[in-house]
């Protein structure tokens, strides 16, 4: 009888020592000035072989970096995801001081703590080490662009001076971003050749030419559109050029390029550049109306497609003065594409001493081979299901102005419990194709209306709170998550007091309690990185509030709604690998940063 216990008993150790968790943690980084470490400032190669750290110095608002074997100067302005490693580890990064002598050698290129350059312009948001190891970098000496190159070993070397220099990018997978903005590109964000080699748009003599590393492809024009280059169905290079004078500068005379060929000028023309089963281009051409006013239309090769809004195209549609957007060209050959118009309904003034405006809607069709259905005013992001259904909220009715969800032309008006909305900022489609929607109401104390979230599943009220927390996976960000029988889980907050707001977990179960062998804490102050794993079991992160004088919050770790008995002052990308089953991030805890697995 003894045997068979110790037996049961050592069977359930070893099932549950199989199925349990498990978290490794290979520390990085240990910061030795005041304070904590933040995983966000945080920058290391694949290979570990170093790190770089972002440090700020609150005092001075001024930043230095420090890697494994260096500690840089301080500077105004670093920032840490524009540090860049070679394949030997060596760091690079461009910084600037701006607070004096503004103009006079105020960028300069650190590596490994070290000043390699200075000059009076530099840009970091397109750098890059390319194939030879070398660090590579657009800077500016006096008037005249160049491409500097620099590695430890080669040393530096620079392109011939040129009047512009401009990275090329790469449309079908730009994230969005325009030139200059602080968040860092991705390397599949700019256009390649077939070698792999970035590709810039300079001038030279008035002349615009496309530069890779191992060749220089001249042109007539004047100036290339930066963010047209592709390749039509034959390979070959395509682009959107002009003849006189530089994009953005002016408009007039611009004109795709396909090829050898080139196409009918018009006043403007604008990405995106497609391509039909003909091998023409597919394109926004644009006529001036006023001073900066365009009406916009779809060209097909040097044919303005017009739209009408009846199959028997006898009615005109409206002019797009409001731009295009989302064109596409099907297998099939069929072209689609959202056309917006401006609507300006005149400011009612009843007494002279009256403050008002003209309100001002954006109207929308969706055309599909030239017929333009209409979506509605002010419409949000479009989402589609598997059978090409279009889901939207906006406006039906400009004379109610109420807020719907809307699909397929707005022709269904699904606000399914007869409510009317402030908003509606989410909707989508469920695994079983079901609609889902939150629909939101702003405080406003003459309706006596607080402010409130209701998320609904069809016509079925989930449930109502002050706001529901978009949780974010990879690229993917959403309110509500789902397993793949269905199930469905979101993260709710609710104010308890003026200066506490509790944030909790729901499924289609229920609430989920707050788990029991959590210590130290009796609420969430936040979850993020909901998500279900491939057993259909929830991951998420807690913070807990550890200090009620400082408000130190502290990260810990869940599966299952269990903790993992792991906890972390910052969480930095979190990756889900479904294959391996496993979540990957940065984690910082007190002075140290981790790279963290955790094997579900």
Sequence with gaps: MKITLALFFLSIFISSFITAQTVTEKELFNLTYEGDADAYNFKYDSAARNYCYLYTIRDENKSFVISKNSISDKYDYIISDDIKFDSKGNYYVITSDYKADYGTNNYFLISEGKVIKSYNYMESYNAYVNKKDEFVFVFKEKDMYMIGYYN??????????????????????????????????????????????????????????????????????????????????????????????????????EFVVSGSKEYDKFEIVSVPLLFNNSNEPVYIGGDSVSEDKFNYFLVNGNQIRKAYTDNGRSEKAPDFGSYITDVKVNDSGSITYIGNSEVIIPANKINPSDIVYDQYYTRSFFVKDGVANELGYNINRIKYNDDGDMLYSGIADLKKKENLLMLNYGVSKIIMNNKIYDDIYEYGFTPSDEIYYVGQNYEDSVKNQKYEASLFIGDKLIGKYDYFVYQTEGENSSIIKFDSDDNYAFVGAENTDPLITEFFILTNNGRLPFPSNVTGSKMFTYVSNLMYNNDDKLFYAGDMTLDTATYQVSKELFYNNKTLNKTYNSIYELEYDDEEDQITFLGSRGKKIYFVTVKL
């Design 152 to 253: 430890p070993k080669s040393g530096f070397r620079q392109s011939g001076p040129y009047e512009n220099i401009k990275s090329a990018f790469n449309y079908t997978q730009s994230s969005g971003q325009m030139e200059g903005d602080a968040e860092s590109y991705d390397e599949e964000d700019f256009f390649h050749n077939e070698n792999g080699e970035r590709a810039f748009i300079v001038i030279s003599e008035g002349k615009a030419k496309i530069l890779f590393e191992s060749k220089e492809i001249a042109t007539d024009y004047s100036d290339i559109n930066e963010s047209s280059l592709t390749l039509n169905k034959n390979d070959e290079l395509s682009y959107i050029a002009k003849k006189e004078g530089r994009f953005y500068e002016f408009y007039g005379n």
